[in-house]
């Protein structure tokens, strides 16, 4: 990105002044290293998102955005629906409320690594992934209606998960508003053969261990220690997000005109707050949300079903589950006022600082977890909310490494079994139904995750917890 | 001389897909022959198993929308690859024949799962005496 157009405010925030329409600013928190190799197209996309109707304060880019669809991935904005703000199919993305959760396993170093083959293979035959693969559970529609409507609560209610997970979660597990009746009966008919699925693409799971640890006093209240053994899922809201995406995409690039609505991007389709068709997106994305927290709680049960067969008796607790591609209402202070604003964070992660209500009592002291999900052959990074993330990007924070490479470079430069060798000699296993979907996965493909996580750390949006490195992988 | 041929373009986190005919309706079909080829290799692919979508919209480009994003719920919710494509357009109207199988994962090894067309370089046009049909898939 040129640096002409950007105003330094620190070694990690960049100010982009609001003109030639922007009612906003924009800004980008990121070192100088990565706002160079960021795409001209972030630029273009966060000053288009800072055009949109009922901004408040600034658009916003995470240091690992990239170019998306309409927003940036790495983008968060928020608009007051009483100033006619809108909401966006494309700020919230196809994959609908994609995350992570990050499970304590309890088990040392020593008994993985003795049974590192097996647990590969049983977490690999035990967890459907790719495409082509079914799940165990198949929906009819009342019981679909109750799994949109419940999430995880209804998840745990089937007797996949622990009730104990659901404080864990955000929203308690259960995104309330939820309306069923807005999701298609396409995006419904998607859906009920796939939950408890991983999904393809950058989704996976991971065994991974404990490698440095940055903040003791946080991680020991995170339950994370030097040596441990975790497993973190990233996945979503399956065939069921991406079609209620794709339809609304469609409907708000049509009625934008009907709403006054002059559209930069045709990807940044969008309806007012207040609009029979914003509600009507709200409700099913909502929906969508809930089906990725009973699909990730459905994937924790089968994951701890796997882990049981070699370990008897292992017990994975949930240490917690944050979702990147979002549309929220929430309360922030903006000029000393509370506000009731609606958050989009598209491929960014909430991160809450200390003493936020939302949080469970017994992590409100040192803030919510925030989970960056790194590449099968570097690191995941544990980040704890801030104090001062609030104020800085509505307590926002990354949400992963980003590609550097395209698809088609990744098969050009490596080869599935090459890329799956080279890492075994790293002492990582990987199971992946496609060779070629390793090679487009491959690590080099995508960019340095510590860089992105120091620069989160720097601007404080979230703090540095824990590195954690991966054993096994899963890829769908 | 048929020219009719389809290939894949870069996108940073995803890919594009392009189709090149003579016609309209056959750069439809190579679009549609190179959206299959992101997710597995088209020779893999038999096309035992026949079936007929329809769409009508009212332009070439949100047809191309239309068409993809009509291919790509089949595969999901069928677990299909396609392999074969005959499509006829009139105005604003496509009838397509489209056969393949079920997916089998062993044979098929499916790279990745794609979830929706783009509006991204979504664009119908001539050039070069042909019809280009592209759009940005995301997976």
């Known amino acids: ?95 609908i409320s994609c995350g992570v959760r990050t499970l304590h396993t309890g088990l040392s170093l020593e008994q993985v690594m003795g049974n590192q083959h097996a647990l590969a293979d049983v977490l690999y ?6 495409l082509g693969s079914t799940g165990h559970i198949h929906l009819n529609g009342p019981q679909m209606k109750a799994m949109l409507l419940g999430g995880a609560v209804w998840a745990v209610e089937q007797g996949y998960g622990e009730r104990k997970d659901l404080e864990r979660i955000e929203e308690h597990g259960c995104m309330q508003n939820a309306d069923p009746e807005q ?5 419904k008919k998607r859906q009920q053969n796939e939950m408890g699925t991983l999904g393809s693409g950058n989704h996976y799971l991971e065994v991974q261990k404990v490698v440095e640890i940055y903040d003791a006093a946080i991680a020991h209240a995170f339950g994370v220690h030097l040596g441990d053994v975790k497993i973190s899922i990233h996945c979503g809201s399956r065939g069921l997000g991406h079609q209620i995406g794709t339809e609304f995409l469609k409907q708000m690039a049509n009625s934008a005109k009907d709403h006054g609505i002059t559209l930069p991007d045709r990807e940044l389709a969008c309806a007012p707050i207040n609009s029979a068709i914003g509600q009507s997106y709200l409700g099913a994305m909502r929906a ?17 079903e796997a882990v049981q067969r070699i370990f008897p008796g292992a017990h994975l607790d949930l240490l917690y589950d944050v979702s990147h591609n979002t549309c929220k209402l929430e309360r922030h202070q903006i000029d000393g006022q509370v506000k009731e604003l609606y958050v989009h964070r598209k491929g960014a992660t909430r991160a ?59 098969i050009r430069q490596w080869h599935g079994s090459q890329v799956i060798q080279q890492l075994a000699d790293r002492g990582i296993l990987i199971r992946s139904p496609s060779k070629r979907g390793v090679a487009e996965e491959a690590p080099g493909a995508y960019k340095d995750v510590s860089a992105v996580v120091e620069s989160a750390d720097q601007a404080g949006l979230a703090r540095r917890v824990a590195r954690l490195e991966p054993l096994i992988c899963i890829k769908g | 001389m048929d020219t009719a041929s389809w290939e894949h373009f870069e996108h940073k986190a995803d890919i594009g897909i392009r189709g090149y005919g003579d016609t309209l309706g056959e750069a439809f079909e190579q679009i549609a022959l190179a959206m299959t080829a992101v997710v597995a290799d088209i020779d893999a692919v038999n096309a035992t198993t026949e079936l007929s979508i329809r769409c009508s919209e009212d332009s070439d480009d949100t047809l191309l929308f239309a068409w993809l994003n009509a291919l790509i719920y089949e595969m999901a919710t069928r677990k299909m690859l396609f392999s074969r494509f005959d499509v006829e ?38 050039a070069n005496g042909q019809w280009v049909a592209q759009c940005v898939v995301d997976v």
Request: net charge negative; hydrophobic share 40%.
């Open chain 1, 1 to 95: 990105m040129n640096f002409n157009k950007l105003e330094c405010i620190s070694n990690v925030e960049w100010k982009i002044n609001a003109s030639a329409g922007m009612r906003v600013p924009a800004v980008i928190y990121a070192s100088e290293d990565l706002v160079r190799d960021m795409d001209d197209k972030v630029y273009e996309q966060v000053t288009n998102v800072a055009r949109l109707p009922g901004i408040v304060k600034a658009a916003y880019a995470m240091p690992d955005a990239h170019w998306g669809y309409g927003f940036p991935i790495g983008g968060v904005a928020a608009f007051d629906a009483a100033e006619g703000g809108v909401i966006s199919a494309g700020g919230v993305g196809f994959d």
């Open chain 1, 125 to 130: 035959h035990h967890i459907p992934a790719g």
């Open chain 1, 183 to 187: 999701v298609s009966q396409f995006a």
């Open chain 1, 288 to 304: 969508g949300i809930n089906c990725a927290l009973a699909n990730r709680e459905i994937i924790t049960h089968l994951t701890r």
């Open chain 1, 352 to 410: 809450y600082g200390p003493g936020h209500p939302d949080l469970p009592p017994d992590l409100r002291a040192v803030g919510q977890p925030v989970l960056i999900g790194g590449t099968m052959g570097t690191a995941s990074f544990i980040l704890a909310g801030t104090e001062q993330s609030m104020a800085l990007a509505y307590g926002s924070a990354c949400h992963g490494a980003g590609r550097s490479m395209s698809r088609r470079q990744a």
């Open chain 2, 89 to 126: 357009i009139n105005e604003t109207e496509l009838n397509a024949s489209v056969a393949g199988e079920p997916i089998e994962i062993a044979r098929h090894q499916p790279v990745v799962e794609i979830k929706g067309a783009t509006y991204t370089e979504l664009a119908v046009y001539r």
